[in-house]
């Protein structure tokens, strides 16, 4: 049984409050907490289970936090909640029958034109024209993100955010409380996997959970006051850090 002391289980509060904090504004909080739970001793597969753990209770808190601001679209959330997890539950049966590296090279390319978005998107973001059909895309949006959220993972939040203002006509604040409700979804079902089958370490995963829901409270509550001008250079952040991670797993051995 795994024993952590009382310091590592600190640190990786500290860890899980930063990585709500910025989950909540941008996405991207796995960049922090998973490599944290790596370094403090866990196994890959018990890693990525209490990471779903505990970062599942950031996506709700954050969720509540845009719902009682008004920032979340309610209705748009009705369709996109559940194909986030039915989406979330197929991508975890994918990983069954194919290697998620194969997505390494797709991935990084598409996070490189995220952050050019990103980087264009100035000012505090003006609302765009919306496609045709806004609902059905935001579903095909949401569904097929959380496959891939199931599936692999990094930068799912952050394409979420850029679909719905590249697509859906959102400003970037609004952009990111709609994405939280496909990202709690998708947390959602993928614990709902791993703890069925014995994959979260519980005793590590609920510190974590308190902490990640008050930095993702808190990262909320900026994105609430600060708008646009808040979300666009968190985001842009967390995208290079994504592709810095997705460079170092491709070419790092």
Known sequence: MIQLTHQAQ???????????????????????????LLFAGLPPHLALGTNKGQSVFGSFSALV??????????????????????????????????????????????????????ALQGGPGKPREPVSRPMLVAGIVAFGLSIYDGFFGPGVGTFLIVAFVALLGRTLDRASADAKAVNFASNLAALTLFASRGVVLWSVALPMALAQAAGAWLGAHVTVKGGARVVRPVALLVTVGLVARLVRDLFGS
Do not use: E, M, N
């Open 10 to 36: 600190a640190l990786l509060a500290l860890a899980a409050f930063g990585a709500g904090f910025v989950d909540a504004i941008a996405g991207g909080g796995g960049i922090i907490t998973l490599p944290a």
């Open 65 to 118: 936090r845009y719902t009682r601001a008004g920032l979340l679209d309610r209705k748009l959330a009705k369709l996109t909640f559940p194909l986030g997890l039915i989406g979330s539950a197929i991508g975890a049966q994918l990983v069954l029958w194919v290697s998620p590296s194969s997505l390494r090279g797709i991935v990084l390319v598409l996070l490189v034109g995220v952050a050019i978005f990103l």
